[in-house]
């Protein structure tokens, strides 16, 4: 008995190991049919010091990344620097009165054409180090996707099949493509705290023409109609990401002292998926929210009134500052129109969360 016992448990063991093996070798043909990785980038492997040699954009500098200045010709503001906790990191600083910065690599157009056949979602995700609030400068931080066909490095920003902009005065990021229906409205007031490290990532849905951007520390997905309009019956092959392109641009009054405007980038990643993850789909819902939410007066002094033509009803709005800090929550009973007293509140920018029947959206509030 004891022997046809451990003859069972054996046998047993055996059965629970090939499961085992044969979901994990399922596993792994499933990620590959259907999630090709095609490109990875920490920095890691980078020398410590200068990225490039020549910042005119012709000669390209360490792993085939180019580097550009519109102004000042210096090496030194792009540069490969260990970060806490990170490894290496990416460093574009300007230390100028006005600074328009670039650094690019080319070539992505010929890693997507090595996908396996079907996988027409291009999944582009970088980590990137929002930096300080400018005061007394006009700063912006563009994170693009530039498609095949178009040069970067010039005076002339090309034509991006997708961008994040930070505004590094207000906190706020901007969502947007330049090959959409003139129809849909670009996500504009998604507030990020300054001196952090972010996820960003961006969903290229060509056969549904579709395009999703993630930024998971908020759990919020916005996304956009995507060449909508266009004729081509080649979509992907006429609109390929071609160029990754990290712009620093920064300007200030020259009367005044040097701004000091940094950006840090680490891990960039390009898959090849076969579809939109299910989970992303469903959050862009809320992020199409706010645009169906009206707020005036905006700028307001006492009070400002919230409405939607859509009956979407309002629980409970929660005030941020531009810092991200939790300043008050009121919560209402399920109405579709409010009015929020803001006589408290200092001049300044605010995010106000709107938790309603259809999920939360965000608007962003000037008091003066």
Known sequence: MLKINYIYVLTFKCNLMKNYIFFAIWFWFINTVYSQVLYTENFDN?????????????????????TASKYTQANSFFTIVNETGRGKVLDITAFSHHEGLYAYKPGIDQLIDNR?????????????????????????SWIRLIPVGEVEGGLISPPFLC??????????????????????????????????????IVYLDYPNRKVYFEIPSLNKVFVS????????????????????????????????????TRNRYDNIKITALNAVPPNIVTLSTNGQLATKFNM?????????????????????VTIYDITGKQLSTQGFNNETQIQLNVENLANGTYMLHLQTSAGAAVKKLVKK
């Open 46 to 66: 980078h020398s410590v010091g200068n990225l490039g040699t020549d910042v005119t954009g012709k000669i390209p500098g360490q792993w085939g990344w180019y």
């Open 116 to 140: 396996t056949t079907g996988n027409d979602v291009i999944k582009f995700e970088i980590d990137y180090f929002t930096g300080s609030i400018q005061t007394n400068a006009s700063s912006l």
């Open 163 to 200: 961008r994040f902009e930070y505004n590094k005065q207000d906190g706020i990021m901007a969502c947007s493509t330049e090959f959409v229906s003139s129809t849909t409205p670009v996500q504009q007031n998604t507030f990020l705290p300054f001196n952090t490290w972010v996820k960003l």
């Open 225 to 260: 109609d995507f060449l909508k309009n266009d004729p081509s019956t080649n979509i992907m092959q006429d609109y390929k990401p071609s160029i990754i392109s990290l712009f620093l641009n920064s300007s200030s009054d020259t009367n005044g002292p040097k701004t000091v």
């Open 296 to 316: 005036y007066p905006n700028p307001a002094t006492n009070v400002v009134n919230i409405t939607n033509s859509e009956n979407m009803l309002v629980n409970q």
